[in-house]
């Protein structure tokens, strides 16, 4: 195995860090490579529609100051460090994580997660082409921490001060959904009383009619947490492959229409009851 050559860094893999935002995505099974690829190219077409003439700016700026240091880059290209992707490219940063079927991408501002993918979906609604094969499920987050009981606390005051806290804030309707993967440390009863406290008095729980559902995905030793709006639902859960290709609803049984046909777990369920 060749080592590196002197003067040139090891590369250090991307992680997901505290502060950070980013957009979690699920895929199919063993398709992640080919899914990671999609979203690249799904992200990037989107930067370049909502933020293209700021993301043109912020090139320009980039160039200037690349003539202004001229030795930096050349010292930097010498010791392999250059970097060919533009600025744009660098708005979605892959995270590997050990799950099969899901994906990272960490983002940069001008990316406003929520934002992001709420117009990615509610365009897919509206009957946007598709151009990917293998995603499945988009969930934003607008700030993550450490997955612990101060993190939360710090996370929860960035995100939902806006929402929740603002001058002027009238009462809201919430409800709150967390999601664990690969983390036994908090318990989800706690993470939601950890969010209501956090949200304060003057605010009601719905857990049907909410104005506002607040997303807490919890990954090993890192959390994440977003704020969406009421039309989640309506937009699938921002789940891309049933906006595009619903899946059936259950037949009702012919002769008996106040009764849906809801399958095999019912009928073990009836199965049990008998026993």
Known sequence: MASPQKGQPNYIAPSIEPGDSGIWATCEMGKEGKCTAELKDLFEEYAAKLYGGSEAQAEEASDDEAEIDIEAEIKKEVQGM??????????FQPVKVDIQCVLFFKTREPIE???FVHRICQDALEGSIKKHRW??????????????????EK???SVLQPVFHAEGTQ???FAIRPT????NVMKRDEIIRQIASAVGP?????????DYLILVDVYRNI??????????EQLKQFNLAEIYDPTPKPKVEEGNDATPNTGRKDKMQAADAEK
């Open 113 to 115: 997660p929520v934002e």
């Open 180 to 183: 664990r993967r690969n983390h």
């Open 155 to 157: 996370v929860a005051q």
């Open 82 to 91: 250059k970097s060919n992707s533009t600025r744009k490219e660098a708005l």
């Open 223 to 232: 959390l994440g947490m977003s704020v969406i709006g009421s039309d989640f």
């Open 202 to 210: 003057g605010h009601s729980v719905d857990l049907k009619s909410y």
């Open 135 to 152: 995603v499945k499920r988009l969930t934003p987050m607008t700030m993550m921490g450490k997955a612990t009981a101060e993190g939360l």
């Open 171 to 173: 009462a809201r309707k």
